[in-house]
């Protein structure tokens, strides 16, 4: 079992909650991001997630060694296509967009990716990546051209969460989209928890310190947390 992953597993088994900040790298300077790091060194996050659902790829590698001069923490692409590859992170979520049935983000992707990654270290975690109705239409139901779950449908999405273990995938993600008008509700959060033994990741819409904490005690293994970060860089502060 590899590094990032085992950490992940050991934080599930032992109950210690997990919290990575995303950084969209349409959405960050150079020359912001040494005061970024030293606000996420102050917060809780253990981990940096760098990745934007419809990132182009420049200067990606720039902005991750910028971010490993300033901070000690993992950092995991989060990546939108398989253009959003870089040697010098840390790890990468390899995702499988299974609320949707856009062959692109189920395979097409993937395959893509396969010569770039072969040409790096990188910490490679298969992950079941299911998108939820969260009030707006988001960038990664616009660009992935798939239709988000209905968050309503509980028990269905944690079906599809199963199947994705099933498959193999060794995270579950639900996701309600950067900007999100509501979270992930607090009640799927559970039914998906209950439903697979591999942990699970929430994200989109969190938007307070309580939100977090429900969310965490609901099931999530970790949150993952980017727009309020970057309207309020002092958010956890």
Known sequence: MTQIYQEIVSAKEQNRKL??????????????????CFKITESPATHIFVGGSTFNGNHLDDIIQVIK???NLPIVLFPGDYKQISAFADGILFLSLLSG???DYLA???????????????????TTYLLIESG????????????????????????TAKAGEYMGNKLVYLEAGSGAKNPVPLKMVSEVSNAIQVPLIV???????????????????MIVVGTVFEINNSFFV
């Open 101 to 103: 049935r856009n062959s």
């Open 69 to 71: 001069n300033h901070s």
């Open 136 to 159: 707006i239409v988001t960038a990664v139901e616009r660009v992935s051209a798939t239709k988000p779950m209905n968050r309503n449908e509980y028990k269905y999405v944690a079906q």
């Open 19 to 36: 919290l990575a900040i995303l950084l969209d790298p349409e959405k960050v300077m150079l020359s912001d991001i040494k005061e970024l």
């Open 108 to 126: 097409e992707h993937q395959v893509n990716a396969v010569p770039l990654l072969k040409k790096t270290s990188l910490e490679v975690i298969p």
């Open 203 to 221: 994200g989109g819409g969190i938007r307070t310190k309580e939100a977090i904490k429900k969310t965490f005690e609901a099931g999530a293994d």
